[in-house]
Structure formats: C-alpha cells, structure tokens
C-alpha cells in the first residue's frame, strides 16, 4: 500500500506540471468544453478584441501563409533565448486555430499576440474599439520589419564557397575570423499577401507614356460605388472603379516640352509645358494571399462618419486576369502562364469589365455577379473549369478562404469571421466546409450564408492551373 501510493503520488506530481503547461500555452482551462469535432478553437474575449480574434481565424484558413511562417520560422532554431519572436508567436496561434497543432481546448487565449506587439512599439488597447483591417497592416508590416532585421549578405571572402552545391554552412569557414552571417534561404521572400500596383500615365495632348510606377500593396483596399438603382453591387464593380483611369491636370510633360523647343531657334528658353495625363491602376504583381478590403466609411453633408451597410455581391471563385497589368506590345501566349488576358477597353466604366474570348462561346462569369454558371460556382469543392473555354483557363483564379463581417456603426460593433474548416495539406477535391466563428462561438455555416454577408474583409488564396487539373 506504501509503494502503491508513493507512485500515485508521482503520477499525481507528473499531472500537475501538465496542467502547469497547458495554462501557460493556453490560459486557464476550468470549466472549457472539449473541442466538438469539426470544429476549430474559438477565442477567448479580452474586452472588445474581437477584432483581433476574427483577424486571427481569417489569417488561419490561409494555408500558404501558415507554411511562409513555417519557412520563416525555421531560421531560429531550438536556441533561440528568451525573446519571443512575433513570427513565432502568431504562428502558435495559427498552427492551433488551423488544427495541426491539436489543443482540446474550445477557445484559447491570443493575449500573448498583443504582448508580441507591444514589444514592436504597437501599443493596442484591449478595452478600446479598434479596426480589423488596420491590425492587417500592423501585423504584416511588423513581419516585413522583423525580416528587414536579418542579414541578408555573407562576407565577399566567402562567396566562392557558397557556390559549391556540396557545401554545407557548417563545412564553410570564415578567413576573416569573423563571424559567418546565416546563408539567404527561400524565407527571405515577401509574405505571400505581398503584391505590386502599377501606375501608368499618358499625355492626352501627344500621347506620351511616362515610365511605369511601382507601389507595394499588402491588401486592396476598394471603395464602393454609388449604386445603380435595379442592379445589384458586384466586387466586379469595385475592382473595375480601383482601375478605372482618371484624368490628371496640369502636369508637366517632357515630351511636350521637347518638341516645343524644338520649334524654337536661336536656343530660347521656353516654359514646360503642362498637360493632362490619363492615370490608370493596374496590378503589377498578384500575390499568392489575396486580401480585399471594402471601405465601408463614407461621410454626410455634415461632416460625420457613416458606415455602408450594402451588400457587395461576391463568389467562392475570383478571377483575376483582366486586372493584370500586360507590358505593351506583348502577344499572349498559351505556352506562358503568367499572360494575362487583355485589359477592358475605355467606355466599360459603369458594367464590369469581361475577359476576351474566341468567338462563339458562352459568356463568362463575372466575379460576384449572377450568371447561367453560378449553379457549379455554389457546388462545394468543384473549380469553374467548365465555364471557360478549354484554350483559355483563368490564369490567376483565388479561392475564396475567409470573410469576416462587422456588425454595428462607426462607433461601435462586432466582428465576426466565416472560414473554412481546415482540411488535410492537398486535399484540394474535398467539399468546402464553412464555420461561423464569433470569438469563443463556433458553428457550421453553409456557403450560401457566407455568400450572403456583408463582407469587410475577404481573404482569397490563388490556385495554380495544375492544382486545377
């Protein structure tokens, strides 16, 4: 009897440290339900985070930015001391909230996210109403500066090894008895929700194009139009009003100026001439995570916010080619996979803009509005193939993985996020599986209420042309 509770108690200490364990990781566990199968962990609420909890479940339905994280992560290895990394930290979250890592737990604790973020000079009040969209951008460009902080180069005495393909790090040796900077890996890319805008500018007067302007973009953010009475509003809209061309006033343009010096003799000097330019936005680079933001802020005659509350129609697939950016004079090819097809041509503002297409065949979808191809874009898990010519698939084709939703005002409500129900690494051909997620309340969802919301933030992942296949 003495020996036999002797082990009890060892096994009673050993139980202990476990549910030590599990409050650091994940909070208190007193009186949590098990985690209903099928279903992924809610959030715990810390006072008015449910901002940060329905950013956190829409960032954890994007699989290629878990296994970015994953790659980026890698870098620091077992020993990497007592500074949490927010890299790290947000990939603990995202791993449980996607289900690889598996916490039995119903809801768990994102505190620690914050306190990450404190530490990158972010400091985000739990008790205050605060923006999903604008901790996007907090979270992304601390990623951004957190990977500008690593050493990119090795030393120039070096560099002979490196382009040894047999040579391990640990086989390099440093002559200048110094200490070797880590070899840049694949990590070292942009997050896959990085992408490029172009900016094109034409002279109206001689037709002069400027050279080609580049901006960084981690999410589009697209205003909605005014509405037309009878048609309902489409994401087709407000991509084509974020790319409709505008025209620029008074702007200097040097061929202009050129070519009215060159009708003056004896080298007099002449003023620069100024003219109107055409701009147009176009997307330079399309990125592997897509997020789209619709500005729902808008103000009265008085001065005073007011927030949107229309529904922008959106569906399961998006289409992206005719936004693309092509390089004047470059013919399209079937052999390339990265042409696109042609833009819209000018007179398209007001309807959305259409791919172009061999002749005699059917219409194609347009991204949120209805059409006779919207019965196979509703089937779960199937990809619309069928709606394009077999010469012609879509080159940059999302899937849409999340929507969160903002219930309220301007001055207060609630975030709420659909997501998809994560699924095994590949398993592209199983049925969508949505969830309704609303900080620690989680329920499945069809795709026709998904479909249905008035949606804030959209989280699509591109999916490849072989994937397809």
Known sequence: RLRLSRHWGVLGGAAAALAAGLYVLWGPISGRKRRRRGLVPGLLNLGNTCFLNSLLQGLSSC?????????????????????????????????????????????????????????????????????????????????????????????????H????????????????????????????????????????????????????????????????PAAVWGRPMTLDHCLHHFISSESVKDVVCDNCTKIQAEGILNGQSIENQRTTFVKQLKLGKLPQCLCIHLQRLSWS???????????????????????????????????????????????????????????????LFMNGASSSSSSFLMS????????????????YLYRLMAVVVHH?????????????SPCPRGALAVPAQWLWVSDDSVRRASLQEVLAASAYLLFYERVHARAQH
Request: proline content about 9%.
């Open 63 to 159: 699989p290629s930015f878990i296994r970015w994280l994953e790659e980026f992560t890698a870098q620091y290895g077992p020993e990497r001391g007592q500074h949490r990394h927010l890299s790290e930290t947000l990939l603990q979250l995202l791993r449980a909230l996607s289900c690889q890592e598996v916490p039995e737990e119903e809801v768990l604790d994102a505190s620690c996210l914050l306190e990450v973020l404190r530490g990158h000079r972010w400091h985000i009040s739990s008790f205050e109403e605060q923006d999903a969209h604008e901790l996007f951008h907090v979270l992304t460009s601390s990623l951004e500066d957190e990977r500008e902080r690593q050493p990119r180069v090795t030393h120039l005495f070096d560099v």
């Open 161 to 224: 090894s490196l382009e040894q393909p047999e040579t391990t790090p640990k086989q390099i040796s440093c002559r200048t008895r110094g200490s070797l900077p880590p070899v840049s890996n694949h990590w070292k890319a942009q997050h896959p929700f990085h992408g490029r805008l172009t900016s094109n500018m034409v002279c109206k007067h001689c037709e002069h194009q400027s050279p080609v302007r580049f901006d960084t973009f981690d999410s589009l953010s697209l205003s909605i």
């Open 301 to 363: 005659n008085q001065g005073t916010p007011l927030k949107r509350h229309e529904h922008v129609q959106f569906n399961e697939f998006l289409v992206m080619d005719i936004y693309k950016y092509r390089v004047p004079g470059h013919k399209s090819s079937h052999k390339n996979q990265e042409q696109t097809v042609p833009a819209a041509k000018d007179g398209t503002a007001g309807k959305p803009p259409e791919a172009e297409q061999p002749p005699g065949t059917k219409p």
């Open 380 to 395: 779960p898990g199937s990809f619309p193939l069928a709606a394009f010519p077999e010469c012609s698939p879509p080159v």
């Open 408 to 420: 309220g005002d301007m001055h207060s409500g609630h975030f709420v996020t659909y997501r998809r």
